[in-house]
């Protein structure tokens, strides 16, 4: 498969899934959280509790796994996103509002459990107690078992916005 073709499989895995699974270890003790994320800009945000574990083992480190897969049946089916990186809390107040509108839309269910009186992202974080955290890639892995079975490929994210 041509190198074009599998980086078009990855961004469309990673446009077209939800749930991002993030790993942490602290102390000899390791962690696992999925998190609602939304790729923008070369990174993956999320909205998280700042006392989660996730957070407080992975913040500044790393040390911090994350992976993305689609749902499988077989394991021809399988492929996937794997990736070490770092963990950090986004505080400019334009790119929160930019990711908050753009995270509304590719999960409108959200909006669900906004009350009314929650109009704005201040509002919203406020409300939910959370801030919003973004994974910053330092490498990634494509993983896609259709190329043949254990296929895993290093790709770079830079070269995403070319191929859209």
């Given at each position: 498969m041509e190198d074009k073709t599998l980086m078009r499989r990855a961004i469309e895995l990673i446009n077209n899934s939800y749930t991002m699974t993030l790993a942490v270890s602290n102390k000899?003790?390791?962690?696992?959280?999925p998190v609602y994320y939304l790729y923008h800009k070369g990174n993956f945000f999320f909205f998280s509790s700042p006392k989660s574990r996730h957070i407080v083992d992975g913040m500044g480190c790393y040390e911090v796994g994350a992976s993305i897969y689609q749902d499988?049946?077989?394991?021809?089916?399988?492929r996937g996103i794997q990736m070490a990186g770092k963990i950090e809390?986004?505080?400019?107040?334009?790119?929160?509002?930019?990711?908050?509108?753009?995270?509304l839309k590719?999960?409108?269910?959200?909006?669900e459990l906004i009350p009314l009186s929650v109009k704005?992202?201040?509002a919203f974080l406020k409300n939910f107690r959370?801030?919003?955290?973004?994974?910053?890639?330092?490498?990634?892995?494509?993983?896609?078992?259709?190329?043949?079975?254990g296929f895993r490929k290093e790709i770079n994210l830079n070269e995403f916005s070319s191929l859209k």
């Open positions: 000899r003790k390791a962690w696992a959280t499988s049946h077989s394991w021809q089916e399988i809390m986004i505080k400019n107040p334009l790119l929160i509002n930019e990711v908050f509108k753009k995270y590719k999960f409108p269910t959200t909006k704005d992202i201040t959370v801030k919003l955290y973004c994974f910053i890639p330092i490498i990634i892995y494509y993983l896609d078992n259709e190329v043949y079975f």
